[in-house]
T-cell receptor, first 117, second 114 residues
Framework: AQTVTQSQPEMSVQEAETVTLSCTYD???????LFWYKQPPSRQMILVIR??????QNATENRFSVNFQKAAKSFSLKISDSQLGDAAMYFC??????????????FGTGTRLQVTL | GAVVSQHPSWVICKSGTSVKIECRSLDFQATTMFWYRQFPKQSLMLMAT?????????EQGVEKDKFLINHASLTLSTLTVTSAHPEDSSFYIC??????????FGDGTRLSIL
């Protein structure tokens, strides 16, 4: 079974600074997808960024980027120029890569990010 | 982007009653819908996977007779919590998926059983 581990229950960053959230996973599959989701106090799940395991290039979305290390099974999220609106719970998630099939997500335990002035 | 509507957003009911939660994909046909449960300050735990027109697949430890899932069409799945008790109080979230596309989440339902 796949597992996702987020070892940082809480992180804090000052506005405009950069923060990195850690995530490791365990799988025996070679093809899969990795995600970072943001859950603000409203509890809505918002997709932040997605990475396909077969792609060597790290995904980026504006101020959000990942460091994907497939051999190390590591998938960290970097948030640059942090904003107050970035404060939320962040979940790392894994999805098996059966092509054409909507497969289930396995979530990590989450990291609560605080953004301070 | 794709929109998934979940209703109701908050429900309070008496112990022993049944509660139905709806999950609709508004602008795409979802071959698969997922139901998650989230306790306060915890992660999302998958309860079941629902494919249109077939029986749901439940995760280990989830009572299928307690949590009835119906996925009658490509745009609608329902979760019915039968004979609800206070321990069933939680936040329930659905998501809808199709092929390799990322899942899209509903806004969740806060269920409180008195």
């Amino acid at each position: 079974a796949q597992t996702v581990t987020q070892s940082q229950p809480e992180m804090s960053v000052q506005e405009a600074e950069t923060v990195t959230l850690s995530c490791t996973y365990d799988t025996s599959e070679s093809d899969y997808y990795l995600f970072w989701y943001k859950q603000p106090p409203s509890r809505q799940m918002i997709l932040v960024i997605r990475q396909e395991a077969y792609k060597q290039q790290n995904a980026t979305e504006n101020r959000f980027s990942v460091n994907f290390q497939k051999a190390a099974k590591s998938f960290s999220l970097k948030i640059s120029d942090s904003q107050l609106g970035d404060a939320a719970m962040y979940f790392c998630a894994y999805r098996g890569g059966l092509t054409g099939t909507a497969s289930k997500l396995t979530f990590g335990t989450g990291t609560r990010l605080q953004v301070t002035l | 982007g794709a929109v998934v509507s979940q209703h109701p957003s908050w429900v309070i009911c008496k112990s022993g009653t049944s509660v139905k939660i709806e999950c609709r994909s508004l602008d795409f046909q979802a071959t698969t819908m997922f139901w998650y449960r989230q306790f306060p300050k915890q992660s999302l735990m998958l309860m079941a996977t629902s494919n249109e027109g077939s029986k749901a697949t439940y995760e280990q430890g989830v009572e299928k007779d307690k949590f009835l899932i119906n996925h009658a069409s490509l745009t609608l799945s329902t979760l019915t919590v039968t004979s609800a008790h206070p321990e069933d109080s939680s936040f329930y979230i659905c998501s809808a998926g199709r092929g390799d596309q990322p899942q899209h989440f509903g806004d969740g339902t806060r269920l409180s059983i008195l």
